[in-house]
């Protein structure tokens, strides 16, 4: 069976030795040309790119990643300015993955046949749902796979030895672990020390899976955690497009640098 680009990607980091740096972004911050300029600059870098759909009640995110999505929402972006922006970047990129980040919401109103066609014709890789936890995503997982579109399970620092083993029985080519409770982007209120030793846990019960640390990971935080299969950096990106734009100063520029020097820190 053909591998999927997100597959590939972390076989390679593995003959490389290093994580798969996974950088996050919302879709339309601050417009869509931007947004696409942002993608084509950070791909540079970042081994696989998600994307944020906008959203007005986010439940995981937090003040960071909730000013990029007002950003793009006051210029009036929609879902299928979303999928424009993927099929733009993936024109030129057609091998780097790029996984939508969401709530089911904007799925439900869709329609999940409707939208995993989208998906599929714009070349979304995978996808991340927030608010559709294991076992009940289990239907809409199974018509993602059936669609070669990742479906990425999520654990948290609570979830039981027992879901765990279900979750990652079922999961696709990636898996999410939430390294603390609490939103997006805030300050580790854990050791990276005990983060990887609840993250080692998991990766012991199937140390093939790609599994993924993501929440509260900046550029003091990534080195101590390198181990990983893979690490997730938001919304320092977000805060990094907030502060360019407040300076009146080219956001595409300084992301660049920023995602570069996070690459150094975790090869």
Do not use: W
């Not at 417009?31 to 906008?54: M, Q, R, T, W, Y």
């Not at 980040?101 to 995993?116: A, R, T, V």
């Not at 603390?180 to 030793?197: D, F, H, N, R, W």
């Amino acid at each position: 069976m053909k591998k999927s680009k997100i597959s590939l990607v972390f076989n390679k980091c593995k003959i490389e030795k290093r994580s798969a740096l996974i950088t996050y972004t919302v879709a339309g911050d601050n417009n869509v040309n931007n947004s696409i300029k942002i993608l084509n600059k950070i791909s540079k870098h970042a081994d696989i790119l998600e994307l944020g759909f906008p959203h007005n009640t986010p439940i995981a995110d937090g003040g960071q990643i909730q000013g990029s999505s007002h950003r793009a929402l006051k210029h009036g972006i929609k879902l299928k300015d979303v999928f424009h922006i993927v099929k733009r970047f993936k024109k030129n990129n057609p091998s780097k993955p790029i996984i939508l980040m969401g709530y089911f919401n904007l799925i439900y109103q869709n329609g999940e046949d409707n939208f995993l066609k989208s998906c599929k014709a714009s070349g979304v890789d995978g996808l991340i749902i927030v608010d559709l936890p294991y076992p009940e995503n289990k239907n809409f997982a199974n018509k993602c796979k059936k669609k070669s579109i990742n479906f990425i399970q999520l654990i948290s620092p609570t979830t039981s030895k027992d879901r765990v083993k279900k979750i990652i029985k079922d999961s696709h080519d990636m898996i999410y672990y939430i390294s603390m409770l609490s939103t997006t982007g805030g300050e580790l209120k854990v050791s990276p020390k005990k983060i990887l030793q609840n993250y080692n846990k998991i990766k012991r019960i199937d140390p093939k899976k790609n599994l993924v640390i993501g929440f509260g990971i900046t550029d003091k935080t990534i080195s101590s955690l390198k181990s990983a299969s893979g690490l997730v950096v938001g919304s320092m990106l977000c805060k990094t497009i907030t502060n360019s734009l407040k300076m009146g100063q080219n956001p595409v520029t300084k992301l660049d640098k920023v995602v570069y020097n996070l690459k150094k820190k975790i090869i």
